[in-house]
């Protein structure tokens, strides 16, 4: 057992963890912070995908030990009133959900936390960046048409 300390979405955390257990199953087991969702487990679907020191990672892939005095941001932080349930959505969250761009909810949270990502690096996409910015999350659901357009309304609203 190692001790960890980390922040996750802007609060100090400490905690005792074998170095190998995946940051992906600290999050959901040990800090109950199920938004981040286990897709594959291989690193393919892009479902537990956090920020980690601002870079895009799958959750799945990172040990513990590799997350000490790391900086996570997790779905739950992204909006700003994280812990009241029923607070406002992210402006991304919003326009997946009046773009239909969610359905199962197994994607959802890495495809946001990727659509922030491009939106950081590309605010007006082009519908290949697009593409190239959410490859590596799958969705099984919607066929993508929904979720590219819900990334083209929060392009063209300006949110990032």
């Keep these: 057992m190692t001790v960890i300390a ?3 979405n802007g609060q100090p955390v400490t905690l005792t963890a074998p170095p190998i257990k995946r940051l992906l199953d600290v999050l959901r087991e040990d800090l109950h912070l199920t938004g ?15 920020f980690m020191n601002g870079d895009l990672v799958n959750s799945c892939l990172v ?3 590799q997350a000490d005095g790391a900086s996570i941001l997790t ?9 009241a349930p029923d607070g406002p959505l992210h402006p991304i969250q919003q ?3 009046e773009s239909g761009g969610a359905q199962c909810g197994i ?11 491009l ?4 605010p007006r996409p082009t519908l290949l960046q697009i593409q190239e910015g959410l490859a590596g999350n799958l969705c099984r659901c919607t066929g993508y048409k929904r ?5 083209e309304s929060c392009a063209l609203k300006s949110h990032a």
Excluded at 44 to 50: A, D, F, L, T
Excluded at 119 to 122: D, E, P, T
């Design 63 to 65: 040990p513990i030990l």
């Design 147 to 151: 979720i590219f357009d819900a990334v």
């Design 107 to 117: 994607c959802t949270p890495g495809m946001v936390l990727a659509t922030r990502h």
């Design 6 to 8: 980390l922040t996750i």
């Design 36 to 50: 981040t969702k286990e897709g594959c487990g291989e690193g393919e679907c892009g479902s537990c995908s956090v």
């Design 119 to 122: 939106l950081q690096k590309h």
């Design 75 to 83: 779905i739950e932080g992204l909006a700003p009133s994280a812990l």
């Design 95 to 97: 326009c997946f959900l």
